[in-house]
């Protein structure tokens, strides 16, 4: 069955420091996505993504984030200067395309900010 | 998109079936109602979508009544590795908006 990964799959910086996380969609998927989950608390979403291009994002997703698709497989999160509330687990996900598809989850990456 | 509430958690014993509820009052007429399952350390995982009555997979049913003004979660003969935070999704379109879920524990 085709899965959706993720790099690395913990990451743990010092404040301040800007991280990229990595995702490989599902090769025939056109829809991408970035949630968040703090430890304990619910899946939060992030961004969604459609033909090179942010479709809708959340009030957590300000400025300091940044996504992009650099080379039709991979799909990145960037924080830029990393906080300590941004510790949590990113999980990425992706559709095929129409709207009642199923979201596919990544295993998620583990972000420990220092 | 529409707001849902399901019990904070349930406790149950292997072999035994399991009845999750959600309700969702306000769903729209293009809502479609998604069950996801997530073990600690893991993405959500899809079990069951249905927009109205019955859907049935290998792992799950979904009943929803004429109304859809709720939905049910029939896990059979569930084991000790069903227990997860099940989350009961109502939307249509672009982004997922998960609630607290429901924490499963299946006992021996």
């Known amino acids: 069955e085709p899965e959706v990964t993720q790099t690395p799959s913990h990451q743990v910086t010092q404040m301040g420091q800007e991280v990229i996380l990595r995702c490989v969609p599902i090769s025939n998927h056109l829809y991408f996505y970035w949630y968040r989950q703090i430890l304990g608390q619910k899946v939060e979403f992030l961004v969604s993504?459609?033909?090179?291009?942010?479709?809708?994002k959340s009030e957590i997703f300000d400025d300091q984030f940044s996504v992009e698709r650099p080379d039709g497989s991979n799909f990145t999160l960037k924080i830029r200067s990393t906080k300590l509330e941004d510790s949590a687990m990113y999980f990425c996900?992706?559709?095929?395309?129409?709207?009642?598809?199923?979201?596919?989850f990544g295993p998620g990456t583990r972000l420990t900010v220092l | 998109l529409a707001k849902t509430t399901q019990p904070i958690s349930m406790d149950s014993y292997e072999g035994q079936e399991v009845n999750i509820t959600c309700s969702h009052n306000?769903?729209?007429?293009?809502?479609?109602i998604t069950w996801y399952q997530q073990f600690p350390s893991q993405g959500p995982r899809f079990i069951i979508q249905g927009y109205k009555t019955k859907v049935t997979n290998e792992v799950a049913s979904l009943f929803i009544p004429a109304d859809r003004k709720s939905s049910t979660l029939s896990l059979p003969r569930v084991s000790l590795s069903d227990t997860a935070v099940y989350y009961c999704l109502v939307g249509y379109g672009n982004k997922l908006v998960f609630g607290a879920g429901t924490i499963l524990r299946v006992k021996s």
């Open positions: 306000n769903i729209a007429t293009n809502d479609y």
């Open positions: 993504f459609y033909n090179n291009e942010i479709s809708e």
């Open positions: 996900a992706s559709i095929s395309g129409a709207f009642t598809d199923t979201q596919y």
